[in-house]
Structure formats: C-alpha cells, structure tokens
C-alpha cells in the first residue's frame, strides 16, 4: 500500500471475511470525517476531527500515515485526549493543547472548534 500502511484486521472482532473487516476499519467516524474535510478545505488547513470514542489502534496508525502524505498537520480529540500528528509522527497525548512545547509547534495555541 502506499505509505506503508497495511489494514490491521486484528482489531476487528466480528467473525467475517478479511476483505470485510478492512471494510468495516474504511468505515470508522474518523477516516469518514478525514475524507469530508479533504473535499471542503484547502491543502494547508489543518484536520481538526473530534470524536465521543476512542481512536483504535489501526485508525491510530493510518491518521500518522496520512498527515505524512497530505503533509498536514491533524488533530484528534477522542474520549481521552488529543492526538497530534504532523509529518507521520504522533506529536505527544495531550490532555489539554492550551500550550505545546514540541519543535513542530514552537509554543503555537491550536484548538478545535
């Protein structure tokens, strides 16, 4: 695939066909959100995506793949935390983004609203 992503299947528990279980990962709330923000914005706004549950392993990983391609930076709330990504790497778990204290950011306030 390119940018190295593989599905990770493992994280499906219904008993179905591999060809499904990758289906039904394409179908998670963040990856759908992902692909409406890449029709409605342009190329340098960043991806802000906020969700009621937690991110899974597999979306974990295609989110930090795809910052890396579309060379964007995205943000994802989840039940949790936040989840930085910028460049293919996870920035840092933040509870609150009210400062950020990490090269890529240099101090730089980003909410999502």
Do not use: W
Request: hydrophobic letters at 35%; charged letters at 25%.
């Amino acid at each position: 695939m390119e940018g190295g992503y593989v599905a990770q299947t493992k994280y499906v528990l219904q008993n179905v066909e591999q060809d499904e279980k990758v289906k039904l990962l394409n179908g998670h709330s963040e990856r759908l959100a992902m692909s409406y923000v890449l029709l409605v914005t342009n190329d340098t706004t960043p991806i802000c995506i906020m969700k009621n549950l937690r991110v899974c392993s597999d979306c974990h990983t295609f989110i930090k793949l795809a910052s890396e391609l579309l060379e964007r930076e995205i943000i994802v709330r989840d039940a949790k935390r936040f989840h930085h990504f910028r460049n293919g790497f996870h920035v840092k778990k933040l509870r609150d983004l009210g400062r950020v204290d990490t090269p890529f950011f240099s101090g730089k306030r980003m909410s999502c609203s």
